[in-house]
C-alpha cells in the first residue's frame, strides 16, 4: 500500500503527460467543427427509414465529443426534426463510443491500430443498430430535416475565438470532473496493479473476462475520453487488449440513464434493439481485435516524456484549465447562493428532483428546457444533489414535468416550498 502511495505522484503525471496533448488538439477541432461547418448541413437527410440515413447519422455521430448523457438532447433534437428512429438510434450508438478528442488520446496511449479499429467498430455497430430498428419498428413517415439545429448552446463568438470558447466551456467543462476521475483512476490502477496481475487470471481471458467487463460496464456512466486511460492501465496490467475494447465500447454507449431516456422516448422495442446491440457488436468486436490486431502497440511500460517540452506544457495547460473550470464553478455557486440570501424563499418557488443528470450538458438541457417553459423566470438545477429550483408565478407542474422529458430525464418528485400553501401534490 505504501508503495503505491509512493508510486502514485509519478503516475498521474505520466498520464497526464500522455493525454494532455491529444486531448487539447481534439478539443480544438471540434471546436473548429462546431463554428464552421454549418448545423443545417449537419442534421440534412436523416428523415428516411432507410441503410443511407442510418450511415449519414453514424457518421454524423462518430466525430463528435459527446459524453452517453450529452448525446441524448441532441439525439431528441434529431429526432423532433424528422429524423427517423433508426437514425437516432444510429447515431445514439456511434456518438459516446468515439469523439476527435477520444480517438486521439486512443491513439497516444493504445496506438493508431487501436484507435482505428475503436473508430472502425462504432460506426458499424451504430449502422446496425439502426439497421435493425428501422427492420423491427413501424416506420413513422418521413419528415424534411433541412430546418437547422444546434449540437449545443451557441456562445455567441464566432473564429478562432468562439472555437475556443465552444472546446473550453462547453466539451472541457461537460467532461472535466469524470476526466479527473478517470485520470486519477487510471494512476491509482498504475501505481497498485502488479504489471501481470491479469495475466495470471483465468477469469480475465476469452469471453467470460468480456462478460464480467460488459457487466460492470453496461451500468456505468463512463466518459469515452476519460476510460481511455483506465483501460491503458487495465492493458498494461495483463488485461487482454479484447476486453478492454469492450469496456471501451459498451461503457460510453451505455448507462442507466441513457437507458431511461430511450425506453421513454422511442419504446421498449427500440430500447431491447440498442442494448442488444451495443451488447453483442462490443462482444464480437472484442473477439476480433484479439484475434486480427491483438498485437498493437499498448501502454506495455511508461514512456518518456522527460525530454518532451511539449507534453509537459500541454500538461501543464490541461491543469490551469481544470482549475479554471472548477473555480468559474466554485464562483457560480456563491453568486447563486448571494442571490437566495439577497431575495429570500418565494411562495412561488418549487424544487423539482430530476433522475439523469450526469455531467453540465445534462445541467444545461435541463435548465435551457424548463426556462422555456411559460412563466419560469430562472431555473437553477444542482447536478450534485438532482434538486431544480424553479423561480417564476403560477407555474403549472405538468408542463415542467412535460419539459424535462422530453429533454430526455425524469421527474421523480416535487418538493414544496415551505411556506407555498398551493404547491401539487402530484406530477400530473
Known amino acids: 500500500m505504501l ?20 486531448l487539447l488538439l481534439g478539443l480544438f477541432i471540434a471546436g473548429l467543427v462546431h463554428v464552421y461547418v454549418p448545423a443545417a448541413a449537419i442534421h440534412r437527410r436523416l428523415s428516411r427509414p432507410d441503410f443511407a440515413s442510418t450511415v449519414r447519422a453514424s457518421l454524423l455521430g462518430v466525430p463528435l465529443p459527446l459524453c452517453s448523457c450529452g448525446v441524448i438532447p441532441t439525439a431528441l433534437g434529431l429526432r423532433k426534426a ?18 476527435v478528442d477520444s480517438i486521439l ?12 479499429f475503436k473508430l472502425v467498430a462504432a ?23 433541412e430546418g437547422e439545429m444546434t449540437l449545443s448552446a451557441a456562445t455567441g463568438d464566432r473564429g478562432m475565438i468562439g472555437a475556443v470558447r465552444y472546446a473550453l466551456f462547453d466539451l472541457l467543462a461537460a467532461i472535466d470532473l469524470w476526466l479527473i476521475a478517470g485520470v486519477l483512476a487510471a494512476a491509482l490502477i498504475t501505481a497498485s496493479v502488479p504489471a501481470d496481475f491479469f495475466a495470471g487470471q483465468a477469469w480475465a481471458h476469452g469471453v467470460l473476462g468480456m462478460l464480467v467487463v460488459l457487466a460492470i460496464a453496461l451500468p456505468l456512466y463512463v466518459c469515452t475520453t476519460a476510460s481511455v486511460p483506465i483501460a491503458a492501465s487495465l492493458i498494461a496490467a495483463g488485461m487482454p487488449a479484447g476486453s478492454a475494447l469492450v469496456f471501451l465500447m459498451a461503457g460510453p454507449a451505455t448507462n442507466v440513464a441513457t437507458i431511461g431516456a430511450v425506453y421513454r422516448t422511442l419504446g421498449a422495442t427500440v430500447l431491447g434493439l440498442y442494448l442488444g446491440t451495443v451488447v453483442v ?3 464480437g468486436f472484442g473477439l476480433l481485435f484479439d484475434q486480427v490486431l491483438s498485437a498493437a502497440p499498448t501502454l506495455d511500460a511508461p514512456h518518456d516524456h522527460g525530454g518532451d517540452w511539449l507534453a509537459t506544457l500541454s500538461a501543464l495547460a490541461l491543469l490551469a484549465l481544470l482549475a479554471l473550470l472548477q473555480w468559474r464553478r466554485w464562483q457560480a455557486r456563491l453568486a447563486a447562493t448571494d442571490a437566495g440570501a439577497a431575495h429570500g424563499p ?12 450526469s455531467c453540465q450538458h445534462c445541467v444545461g438541457s435541463v435548465k435551457r428546457a424548463l426556462e422555456s417553459v411559460a412563466r419560469v423566470d430562472r431555473a437553477t438545477p444542482d447536478l450534485a444533489s438532482g434538486r431544480v429550483r424553479i423561480h417564476g408565478g403560477g407555474v403549472v407542474v405538468p408542463a415542467l414535468v412535460r419539459a424535462v422529458e422530453d429533454a430526455g430525464f425524469t421527474v421523480s418528485g416535487v418538493e414544496k416550498i415551505p411556506g407555498r400553501v398551493d404547491a401539487p401534490d402530484s406530477l400530473h
Open 3 to 22: 508503495d503505491a502511495l509512493r508510486q502514485f505522484p509519478g503516475a498521474l503525471w505520466q498520464i497526464l503527460l500522455e493525454l494532455a496533448p491529444s
Open 82 to 99: 424528422g429524423a427517423s428512429p433508426g437514425a437516432t438510434t444510429s447515431f445514439m450508438i456511434s456518438t459516446p463510443q468515439t469523439g
Open 105 to 116: 488520446v486512443s491513439a497516444a496511449f493504445l496506438g493508431w491500430p487501436f484507435a482505428l
Open 123 to 145: 460506426f458499424v455497430t451504430g449502422v446496425i443498430g439502426g439497421m435493425l430498428v428501422n427492420r423491427y419498428t413501424p416506420s413513422p413517415g418521413s419528415a424534411d430535416t
Open 281 to 283: 457488436m462490443s462482444l
Open 346 to 357: 418565494r411562495d412561488d418557488d418549487l424544487v423539482l428532483h430530476v433522475q439523469g443528470m
